[in-house]
């Protein structure tokens, strides 16, 4: 598998980021989070999902069950300090979008593999679930970052294959960055550029 297919596979289940939220989840609830919902989001995502309804649920599924500011904020990096608040707003509305769009384009690529939950390990701030998505090439080890809030749970990140979600989306956008000058305007234009271009 490679790095760039990596996100799909996380994506099937669900993906998110969050930061300063309060406690660690209760390792067993937690489990279940993430049993139940990855159960959801392969029911209502998978590939006999038309494109048109797979965005619009993937859309109220990452809207509703995860912390948009908490990822963009993260994935921005020492950038979303200097940024204006018009920028950040920006950033926040087209980096949703642009997520939305590129991940459920590609959910309908799934090809129906189960995941299994496997384990917990609890935190002083987070727990960590870990899962396999159960692929006929062999195992794919998934692990889920957990904490809770008075909103429910949330994801703090996801390492798929030991790889993080969160980070390598910041290692991409910081890219875009510094090939303009180390200008947050740059990768403003570029995702402006790329939803402008989704059918």
């Known amino acids: 598998m490679t790095r760039r297919s990596l996100p799909l596979y996380a994506f099937l289940l669900l993906f998110g980021a969050a930061a300063g939220l309060p406690r660690a989840a209760n390792a067993q609830d937690a489990a279940a989070f993430v049993g139940n919902l990855g159960t959801q989001a392969i029911q209502v995502l998978g590939p006999s999902v038309s ?20 990822i963009a904020r993260f994935v921005l990096g020492r950038y979303w ?15 949703q979008e642009y997520i939305v769009q590129a991940y459920s384009a590609r959910l309908g690529q799934y090809g129906g593999e189960p995941f299994r939950v496997t384990g917990t390990r609890p935190g002083a701030e987070e727990t960590v679930v870990n899962s396999q998505i159960l692929r006929p090439s062999g195992p794919v080890q998934v692990d ?18 030991g790889i993080s979600m969160k980070a390598t989306q910041r290692d991409e956008f910081a890219a875009v960055i510094q090939r303009n000058g180390g200008q947050i305007d740059g990768l403003l234009a570029q995702l402006r550029q790329k939803l402008a271009a989704v059918p």
């Open 51 to 70: 494109p048109a309804a797979r965005v619009a649920r993937f859309r109220e599924l990452f809207s509703a069950d995860f912390d948009v500011a908490g």
């Open 81 to 95: 300090n200097v940024a204006t608040p018009q920028q950040q707003q920006e950033f926040l509305r087209l980096f």
């Open 144 to 161: 889920w970052y957990l904490v809770g809030g008075p909103g429910g749970y949330k994801i703090t990140d996801v390492y798929v294959g």
